[in-house]
């Protein structure tokens, strides 16, 4: 998505974890299980429970590289996934602020979580980061100047 809002003010919103609770889809549940405030920067440590229909799934990510106010990307350490890399960027254009996700994962169970992905989870992963990007326009209190799909890619193992 594109934004006219100051880079800094947009990466606030993404350094504040918190946030994330505000801008994930009410379906998933989520919550930060972390007691203390989360200072966001490499090796630090994200815990927090999602339902999946209906499932309550313990997820634990870590920071793996953080440059603010261009990028970080978050690791998968525990949860659903046998992969999960998600890189967060953030670039001043001349028509805004680019915010951009990526997201690189491998589900488990080889070729029947190849078919959840064909079937179901990939729509899943869509339709969150689309509702996160509606959230965090809500927040900035700012229209959108153009929005994007996040990049959600299936990794095969060996990849």
Known sequence: ??????????FQIFEDARNLERITPPWLNFQILNPDAIRMRAGEEINYVIRWM???????????????????????????????????????????????????????????????????VKGQLLEIFRYRQAGVAKMLAQPVVAS???VIRLVQVGS
């Open 148 to 150: 994007e799909d996040p």
């Open 54 to 120: 209906g499932v309550p799934m313990k997820w634990k990510t870590i920071i793996r590289a953080y440059d603010p106010p261009r990028m970080f990307v978050d690791e998968q350490a525990k949860g659903p996934y046998r992969l999960w890399h998600h890189e967060h960027t953030f670039e001043e254009t001349a028509a805004g602020v680019v915010i951009r996700d990526r997201v690189d994962y491998r589900l488990p169970f080889g070729l029947l979580g190849q078919a959840a992905h064909a079937l179901l």
């Open 1 to 10: 998505m594109t934004t006219a809002v100051p880079l800094a003010r947009v």
